[in-house]
């Protein structure tokens, strides 16, 4: 039996031994395999196309690996739940086992050239997400129908329709109130179940219901436009491919219309030097300018991020700028100062002119003119502070230049210098109409307004108005359209339009015109001045790349009819790559609903799992009005309710931000600690009794505060987290569960700190009973005492990441602070969620020092100079000192090949100090220490196959290794040891594998003597 399913099973027992049955659990509530669902949600982040998310832009996203495995473990009974059918642990065991190799199980496969790598099977693997008419989905459903079946004392269907049938009729009906982006229903949907959601910004909404609601609303229907309609009789149209094909048409056509419109405004370019403007351009880009405050110069000085264009290798561009109308090569050094007007330079009273070139080739990009300090002018060379630019700024005197023109060459982008023709061109472009609606004060990441920006028009050129004017009233004109031949096709036209219920060719005209909207809204996160022109990538990098609205300095000015990013048909063609992979089998239904306030609508109970906004760290509602003002301007007419106002409602979003409250910050924490609470209630009030709630947080690392504890310990502790574990509390539920899932770690060498702590949390709730009793401290410090150490070795033994344990830890923690009414301090007063965090945290604190016991004597000398020196010199009198308290001897380590002790000082030797031809079968003295060092830095060089080679050949000397490198995780997680850390939260993460390689491992007969 392999290693880790034994560990597996002790981790099940446990979560089992600590939580008496009252009710069905589901197998959420016992196990999951969270590596497989962590590998697998990491890997989705870096998947674009034709993933559910291209449909159009949301922030902060779940992925829909661990939206889809919470869910499915949410509904399927673990095994436990049916002792008279799994009466042993081992059948039990057996039974989870199956469950969790339909969920997620990491196979082992040989590449071509007979490398072994790990993959990803089952529900959770994206291949099954995209992959319609999935045999794992199936495989998956008919769990929940058995699940089903046998709670109604009935035989479980069998085959595929029978399966989708039942769980349409006997499944509850999933429901997210903070839906987002749709990650939740749209997995609750894939799985069979009735999804509903609801959000309070109209662009989640609206993303939502075109993901659930409006494409089951026109399953396998024709398209309408007449070249599909002609081509009809030969095509079957399955799920929304007949939308998707509509899409694509009438885009088409609303691109075709636009050119004719406003192609004027872009015009072509001569690339071939034969007089010929022939070749489209991919961007024009721009730098912002504003008057020079020497007076001596006054010029139009430009600000500029970065100067070059590409720095591709063999493809090397860049922008060099020239002081004054003269065309003299080399009369800017680079540095800002100019050389070549002489002594008339300084006392000139005609501004210098700035003049641009491009330059390709050998050569170095000049240094920008804008830094985080400041700006300098390119021709006086006169520093000059941010507080002139925005003074500039607000007196609307900021404007622009041409810097360069990148275009679309033969064999690639092509650079050219920008010309007056070009520069005249786009400034004589003149919106018809623009969003003149106020962007706000203050915001969460926004930087443009103290610049004068204080308009969403602001955020873009003359140009781009007019372009996204005409392509955002091109929709309704395109509906019309499609009505009409909507009609001509056959479809009756009752008049009723889609957010009315309606299904005929109204509603029809407005289902595709919701989609070509969104095409609209997705340019326009590329048609703005904060979007960036990257050289290394040779392209334009969105706006939204962050979830913010800096100032940018240089900008491009994207064509939106170069083909390429920018262009309605590659943004429309994102958006039919998603519809046409869309599964679903039941309606979905999405409202726009305040989810903090009470309900008194009568709905059948829910399942619900959901993941409500975090804290103060993404201000939605401010940052949607960018796209909600070009979806406005299209679909007003067709969802009047959800956009009946000016701009996304502000008040009632649960954001924890100062600005909303006159600056207060503790009345910002309040509003949201109160609304989490109220939207906990209405979920409490709506949850189906059979099911658990999920609710995720998005732990960020950035958020923790030191504090001390009782005994002046510094304890980490959130203050998001707190909320969230109170609300929750608060509301009468009790948490069972805090799974991490490392949504965001796209690999293991990924370093903490970066993103590699960015995870979610997975709490699983269920309603508290009315009539739960309180305990005392002292009662609650005695069952931590008692349960916790066991459960975080076995947390350990089923190979929890030490990066997850200190959160995986609160699980079964919180489980015992939750269960009561309230746990009394000695005073009388409640106890409250930061003091039981603390107290958890201290007793995974005393667990893992209780570790050290087990380590040997030159072990724990190291550990304890590690805490103090780590791999620093100290002085040898200390050394000594220390190895008597241990009990070991300074020669002894050196021996052994852990110290070196020299000229008075001593220090631990660094991994890549260690003998290179240790052999360990000759060795006679192993300190943990040193197997462990070793492993960690044959696992760096030689990958898990080498370190597997390495622990054969150690046998059961290696056996404390890992709970060494648990305990050194912790410590230089503690002292800020980053890169520490990170070896040996690899070492762990990577054991599994590394174990299940070494007992692959064929010894040398020699080596086979050493083991005997
Ligand atoms: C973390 S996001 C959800 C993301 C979603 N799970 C996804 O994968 O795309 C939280 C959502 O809560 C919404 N929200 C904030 N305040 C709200 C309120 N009072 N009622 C309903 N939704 C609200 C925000 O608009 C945002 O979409």
Not at 263 to 270: N, R, S
Not at 861 to 880: D, I, P, R, S, V
Request: aromatic share 8%; with cysteine; glycine share 6%.
């Amino acid at each position: 039996m392999p290693l880790w399913f034994l560990n597996l099973r002790v981790l099940c027992a446990f979560v089992v031994l600590l939580s008496p049955m009252t009710y069905r659990k589901k197998l959420i509530e016992v196990a999951l395999p969270l590596e497989a669902i962590n590998v697998e949600s990491a890997r989705e982040k870096s998947i674009r196309h034709g993933h559910p998310s291209t449909l159009h832009l949301w922030w902060s996203r779940k992925p829909l690996a661990t939206t889809r495995a919470v869910l499915w473990a949410s509904l399927v009974d673990d095994p436990s739940s049916w002792p008279e059918k799994f009466p042993t642990e081992e059948a039990q065991n057996r039974e989870r086992q199956r469950l969790f190799d339909i969920l997620g199980r990491i196979e082992i496969e040989k590449d071509k050239k007979g490398n072994t790598k790990q993959v990803v099977r089952g529900l959770v693997s994206w291949d099954e997400i995209n992959q319609p008419n999935s045999a794992v989905l199936l495989e998956a459903q008919r769990e929940i129908a058995r699940c089903l079946a046998w709670e109604r004392g009935e035989e479980p269907p069998t085959k595929p329709d029978a399966i989708r049938d039942y769980i349409a009729k006997y499944a509850p009906p999933a429901y997210d109130p903070f839906c987002g982006g749709g990650s939740i229903p749209l997995e609750a949907q894939r799985l069979g179940l009735q999804a509903h959601g609801s959000d309070l910004n109209p662009v989640a909404v609206l993303i939502t219901k075109a993901l659930i609601e409006i494409p089951p609303k026109f399953k396998d229907k024709p398209p309408v436009n007449p070249d599909s309609r002609q081509k009809q009789k030969i095509s079957s149209w399955e799920g929304a491919q007949g939308l998707a094909a509509d899409v694509r048409y009438y885009g088409q056509w609303m691109r075709d219309e636009a050119f004719k419109r406003i192609g004027y405004l872009y015009p072509m370019v001569e690339t071939n030097h034969k007089g010929t403007k022939d070749t489209k351009v991919i961007a024009w880009l721009w730098a912002r300018t504003v008057k020079c405050p020497n007076p001596a110069c006054g010029c139009q000085m430009p600000l500029v991020n970065k100067f070059s264009l590409s720095t591709k290798k063999g493809k090397e561009a860049w922008v060099e700028p020239f002081v004054g109308d003269v065309n003299t090569e080399g009369d800017f050094n680079h540095k800002g100062t100019e050389d070549t007007k002489g002594d008339d330079f300084g006392v000139s009273v005609v501004p210098p002119k700035i003049r641009f070139e491009v330059k390709t080739g050998k050569g170095t990009a000049p240094d920008g003119t804008v830094n985080r300090k400041g700006a300098v002018c390119i021709a006086c060379n006169t520093p000059v502070p941010f507080d002139h630019i925005r003074r500039e700024g607000k007196a609307g005197r900021m404007d622009s230049q041409l810097m360069a023109i990148v275009a679309e060459g033969q064999g690639g982008r092509v650079y050219l210098s920008p010309d007056e023709e070009q520069e005249y061109i786009a400034k004589k472009a003149q919106p018809e109409w623009k969003p003149d609606s106020n962007l706000p004060e203050q915001a969460l990441g926004f930087r443009v307004q103290g610049y004068g920006m204080t308009k969403h028009a602001d955020l873009f050129t003359p140009r781009q108005l007019v372009a996204l004017t005409t392509f955002s009233d091109l929709v309704s004109e395109a509906r019309e359209k499609i009505k009409a031949d909507a009609v001509a096709a056959g479809i009756p036209d009752d008049d009723l339009p889609l957010n009315d219920g309606g299904i005929g060719a109204t509603a029809y005209a407005d289902a595709v015109a919701t989609y070509l909207a969104f095409g609209v809204s997705r340019i326009a996160n590329t048609l703005c001045t904060i979007a960036r022109w990257t050289a290394s990538r040779d392209q334009t990098v969105t706006a939204f790349a962050r979830q913010a609205i800096p100032m940018t300095w240089d900008y491009p000015d994207v064509n939106p009819f170069s083909g390429a990013a920018g262009d309605l048909k590659v943004s429309l063609s994102s958006i039919c790559d998603v519809l046409e992979k869309l599964q679903f089998s039941q309606q979905g239904n999405v409202q726009q609903i305040d989810a903090t306030a009470k309900s008194n609508d009568e709905i059948a109970p829910r399942i619900i799992s959901t993941d409500p906004p975090y804290y103060d760290n993404i201000g939605y509602a401010d940052l949607a009005d960018f796209f909600y003002v070009w979806l406005r301007r299209s679909l007003n007419s067709v969802y009047s309710n959800i956009f009946s106002t000016l701009l996304v409602p502000k008040t009632p979003e649960l954001v924890a931000t100062p600005y909303r409250f006159g600056g207060d910050k503790k009345k910002a924490q309040s509003f949201f600690e109160e609304g989490l609470r109220k939207a906990f209630g209405r979920m409490n009030g709506m949850a189906h009794s059979d099911y658990p709630l999920t609710v995720y947080y998005a732990f960020k690392q950035a958020e923790t505060e030191d504090s001390d504890d009782d005994k002046g310990n510094a304890v980490v502790s959130s203050t998001g987290w707190e909320t969230m574990l109170e609300g929750l509390i608060k509301s009468d539920f009790s948490i069972g569960g805090t799974w991490p899932m490392r949504t965001e770690l796209s690999n293991r060498s990924v370093g903490l700190g970066t993103n590699a702590l960015a995870s979610s949390i997975v709490l699983v709730c269920r309603p508290r009973p009315a009539d739960a009793p309180k305990a005392s401290r002292r009662q609650f410090l005695n069952e931590l005492k008692r349960d916790l150490p066991q459960a975080l070795k076995l947390l350990q033994q089923g190979n929890i990441a030490p990066v997850d344990l200190a959160q995986a830890s609160i699980g079964p923690g919180m489980a015992i602070y939750s269960k009561y009414a309230a746990i009394l301090e000695s005073n009388g007063t409640s106890m409250g969620v930061r003091t039981a965090l603390q107290l958890i945290n201290q007793i995974l604190d005393e667990f893992l020092t209780e570790q050290e016991g087990e380590f040997d004597s030159d072990t724990r000398w190291a550990l304890t100079w590690f805490e103090q020196y780590q791999f620093n010199e100290a002085l040898y009198g200390n050394a000594e000192t220390l190895s008597k308290a241990k009990n070991t001897s300074i020669q002894g380590m050196v021996e052994a090949g852990i110290l070196e002790a020299k000229a008075g000082k001593v220090r631990l030797l660094k991994r890549e100090d260690l003998k290179t031809d240790w052999k360990p079968e000759k060795d006679e003295r192993t300190p943990i220490w040193e197997i462990t060092q070793h492993l960690i830095h044959t696992l760096d060089k030689n990958g898990e196959t080498g370190a597997a080679e390495l622990l054969a050949k150690l046998g059961n000397k290696a056996d404390l290794a890992k709970e060494l490198a648990y305990r050194l995780y912790s410590l230089c997680d503690r002292k800020g040891w980053t890169q520490e850390a990170i070896a040996y939260n690899s070492l762990v993460t990577s054991w599994p594998e590394i174990t299940r390689l070494a007992n692959e491992y064929k010894p040398s007969p020699e080596q086979l003597s050493f083991s005997l």
